[in-house]
């Protein structure tokens, strides 16, 4: 089944990428006894607040294009961060929190620190954050 994952990563990102992707996806699969066979990877250049984000009903993860040019470390631990997501929905769905100790606990079990945030990667510049958005 964790072959499977393969299929599910988007033609828009390369090959390299893809294959790293997968990899990793792979890992954490046998690593967590998850099964990820039906999530899908895709590539959002509309991510701008954000290097990506997991959507359970039937998004997969999206990633921004910067992900794809982040140093592997910080291409695992975004990977990382969103499949825990869709692991914590398939086995909990809305009964525990999106960045709770379920989703913690596999994301330290791979060796990642659990931070709702991975603005410290710089793949978003702070400076396209708005400060004026509820502004009136």
Not at 28 to 49: E, I
């Amino acid at each position: 089944a964790v072959d499977r994952v393969t299929m599910n990563i988007h033609s828009s990102i390369p090959a390299d990428a893809a294959k790293r992707i997968t990899t990793y996806l792979q890992t954490l699969s046998q690593h967590w006894g998850a099964d990820l066979a039906g999530l899908t990877v895709s590539v959002n250049p509309r991510l701008t607040r954000t290097v990506a984000r997991f959507r359970p009903l039937g998004g997969g993860i999206e990633i921004s294009p910067s992900v794809l040019v982040m140093p592997r470390a910080g291409l695992r631990a975004v990977l990382c961060h969103e499949a825990a997501h869709a692991v914590v929905w398939t086995r909990h769905g809305r009964s525990v929190k999106p960045h709770g100790l379920e989703w913690a606990a596999l994301v330290r079990s791979a060796g990642h620190e659990p931070m709702a945030s991975l603005i410290h990667w710089g793949a978003i510049s702070m400076a396209k954050r708005s400060t004026s958005r509820f502004r009136h």
